[in-house]
């Protein structure tokens, strides 16, 4: 059942340092987009949300899916689309990761740091 959770938590929480990440997404740019995201594994949707995010934020969510690989589908402002298969699981380099970058977007395996 897909859930609907708009909540992402920010990186600096303590809640986001001691739960497994499982999308980490990052806005590194000066402006402020869209974005929709669909999860789903061979047989179902497994998560679905729109997001706004500000210039530079950058924000996750925890706990939201099972070890396994899933199809990752998301779209930029209405526009822009990536599509990727990404494996998840309690290690920090098979996480989702979502970046918004020169009005594009890309979907890796694992998240890398933000650049200064």
């Given amino acids: 059942m897909p859930s609907n959770s708009r909540t992402l938590l920010s990186a600096t929480s303590e ?7 499982d999308l980490h997404i ?7 987009h869209d974005i929709q995201i ?12 729109r997001y706004h995010l500000l210039a530079g934020q950058s924000g ?3 706990s939201l899916l099972q070890d396994g690989v899933y199809k990752v589908k998301a779209v930029l ?4 689309e990536s599509v990727a298969a990404v494996t998840v699981s309690d290690e920090p ?14 979907i890796e395996e694992g998240v890398t740091p933000s650049r200064p």
Avoid: M, P
């Fill in 38 to 49: 669909k999860i789903y594994d061979d047989k179902e949707w497994c998560h679905t949300a």
């Fill in 60 to 62: 996750c969510s925890v």
């Fill in 93 to 106: 380099e098979q996480t989702i990761f979502i970046h918004i970058q020169n009005d594009g977007i890309i």
């Fill in 15 to 21: 809640e986001w340092r001691l739960a497994r990440e």
């Fill in 26 to 32: 990052r806005n590194a740019t000066d402006a402020e």
């Fill in 77 to 80: 402002d209405g526009q822009h």
